[in-house]
């Protein structure tokens, strides 16, 4: 079946990928710009295409019957945004545990433009001594791409400026819902 997500996103919806970083056992993966429930489709369709599995976190209201059997079977993890849930630790603590984890999150944590980020998976990676792989999508190009990837050291501010920066010349679905905030 990898041929037929490979050419859905390739042929039918003419996205390229580009991966300069070795993807390690264990990693997070900040996904952005995300102004759109495609980003979604596309980056199920890139894991599909390229064997890749992982876990993506999504607000819990997407976790209804029927469909949050079939986000969980995905790999979602829903969360509750209006309440704090300790979530940060729990997953730092499971990629410890674990021989292999791969995590995605949106850092700005809704479609809608946030100029101020959400730092989980800042902290998730730093309190698991993980890297972060950055990927951007970017719709103007038709293009996924990771070539950069970070070790938080804990200069939190400093390191999500620069990952900031990374995402600036992405192109969102809907450009004007999506700002690095620099």
Request: net charge positive.
């Amino acid at each position: 079946m990898r041929w037929f997500w490979a050419w859905l996103l390739h042929s039918v919806m003419g996205f390229s990928t580009e991966e300069t970083v070795e993807q390690p056992d264990k990693f997070v993966i900040a996904l952005a710009p995300h102004t759109s429930n495609w980003d979604f489709m596309l980056g199920m369709l890139f894991c599909w295409s390229t064997g890749f599995h992982c876990n993506f976190i999504m607000k819990s209201e997407w976790f209804f019957w029927p469909v949050g059997g079939v986000m969980r079977r995905l790999g979602g993890i829903p969360v509750r945004r209006d309440r704090r849930n300790n979530l940060t630790s729990q997953l730092a603590a499971e990629a410890r545990r674990s021989k292999q984890f791969r995590l995605v999150i949106t850092p700005e944590g809704t479609r809608k433009l946030q100029p101020r980020w959400k730092s989980g998976f800042y902290y998730i990676a730093l309190e698991a001594g993980i890297p972060i792989l950055l990927y951007g999508l970017d719709y103007k190009r038709k293009l996924l791409c990771c070539t950069k990837m970070v070790y938080p050291t804990g200069d939190a501010e400093r390191e999500i400026s620069e990952i900031k920066r990374y995402f600036a010349d992405f192109t969102g679905k809907h450009p004007k819902q999506f700002t690095t905030g620099v």
